[in-house]
């Protein structure tokens, strides 16, 4: 350890002795002790311990964004060395940072100010209210992806923004259905800047509802596999009781922290959004038994405590992982999340759906009325 973080010197320096702490601090050090033999991530701190006065969050982004670099961002964040930051939004304006270097000018000249102070500043905003997501970076890289490939379209046909019409959007949106949704924002961006003829739309469909459900008798047959199925690993059995019991999406699961769990009058509650909700007995016990088993990489002790941690210190679980481990176990997650959620709209209201599983109030009245229900219905009531 002394020899990793001290960098050749006679001591380790000061501004690395609180990841000593963490480390040494370990309650289990055999996992410490491997890792700091055969990790690549050890090595580069490593290196990255000869200059412990450069070790800035700006020294981590020049380097090649590998599993390593980000498990060292990790650790010197729990550790306090480095500052907390929304990863989400730097992993965002990092990567339009080196996707817009390697642009052609032509196609950086609107590219750019799209990224910069459409995508980018609305992602700020979200960031700084706490509401900017994984999800949310994955979708705004997406939208600038799908500005680029259509203005590379746009040289294949020998066309300019300010060229575009009605006839060749459409043979556009046609013959590329997955990025048509995602042009929208740019197309409405370029038009407000009067950089394509007005008027220009890209039909789309309204979403549509899912039309994936389990019958009562599976659902309810997987959620008894969740809870009492002890050959199951406990982060499936967790994660899909909550899906089935909640619809809960795997975004907001991972979400989850240690402090959004507490006791009161013999029960244990659960607050995903607003209010807390009680946890059935089982399920209770299976994240009690979780949070005292966690083997995550240490942390600091201001560092943030998923319920479900990732493996990079100090990072969430990433969701698309989660899922493929819960379909490999033979619990699919998005028809038994629709499933949950009309088994709860039987019971609920909309309004009150919202305010306990964090839904988005339009998107609850939606799903209301895909089954049946109304919020007139629930008024009338009243």
Not at 70 to 93: C, F, H, K, S
Not at 164 to 193: M, V, Y
Not at 299 to 316: C, E, I, K, S, V
Not at 367 to 377: K, L, Q, V
Request: aromatic letters at 6%; charged letters at 20%.
């Amino acid at each position: 350890m002394s020899d990793l973080l001290s960098g050749g010197a006679a001591a380790i320096p000061g501004p690395l002795e609180p990841l000593a702490h963490v480390l040494t601090g370990a309650t289990n050090p055999y996992p410490v002790l491997a890792w700091l033999r055969r990790s690549t991530a050890a090595h580069l701190l490593g290196r990255l311990a000869r200059q412990p006065d450069h070790l800035d969050h700006e020294a981590l982004d020049a380097l090649p964004q590998r599993h390593a670099t980000a498990y060292v961002r990790g650790l010197l964040v729990t550790a306090g060395i480095l500052p907390q930051r929304d990863e989400n939004l730097a992993l965002l304006t990092n990567w339009a940072a080196r996707t817009l270097a390697g642009l052609p000018p032509h196609h950086a000249t609107p590219i750019r100010p799209f990224a910069e102070w459409h995508i980018i500043r609305d992602a700020r905003r979200r960031s700084a209210r706490g509401r900017y997501s994984y999800a949310a970076h994955k979708g705004d890289c997406a939208n600038i992806r799908a500005a680029i490939k259509f203005l590379a379209w746009l040289d294949t046909q020998h066309l300019t923004l300010a060229d575009l019409g009605q006839s060749a959007l459409d043979t556009w949106a046609a013959g590329n259905p997955t990025l048509r949704a995602r042009s929208i924002p740019f197309l409405h961006w370029a038009t407000a800047r009067r950089l394509t003829t007005t008027g220009l739309t890209i039909e789309h469909p309204p979403s549509q509802f899912p039309g994936h459900f389990q019958v009562e008798e599976v659902h309810q047959a997987e959620l008894r596999r969740c809870l009492g199925d002890a050959s199951l690993p406990l982060d499936v059995r967790i994660a899909g009781a909550l899906v089935r019991l909640y619809a809960l999406p795997l975004t907001r699961i991972v979400e989850l922290t240690a402090d959004k769990i507490h006791h009161a009058d013999g029960h244990t509650y659960l607050t995903v959004s607003r209010h807390p909700v009680v946890l059935p007995p089982k399920l209770a016990r299976l994240i009690e038994e979780q949070l005292e088993r966690d083997a995550s990489p240490p942390r600091g002790a201001d560092a943030t405590r998923y319920l479900l941690p990732g493996h990079n210190p100090g990072r969430m679980r990433n969701p698309a992982g989660l899922s493929e481990r819960l379909t490999r176990y033979g619990l699919p997650v998005r028809a038994a999340r629709n499933s949950a959620m009309m088994e709860a709209l039987a019971d609920l209201p909309p309004m009150v759906i919202s305010d306990l599983f964090g839904i988005d109030p339009k998107t609850a009245e939606r799903w209301a009325a895909f089954a049946g229900r109304r919020w007139s219905d629930y008024v009338t009531i009243r």
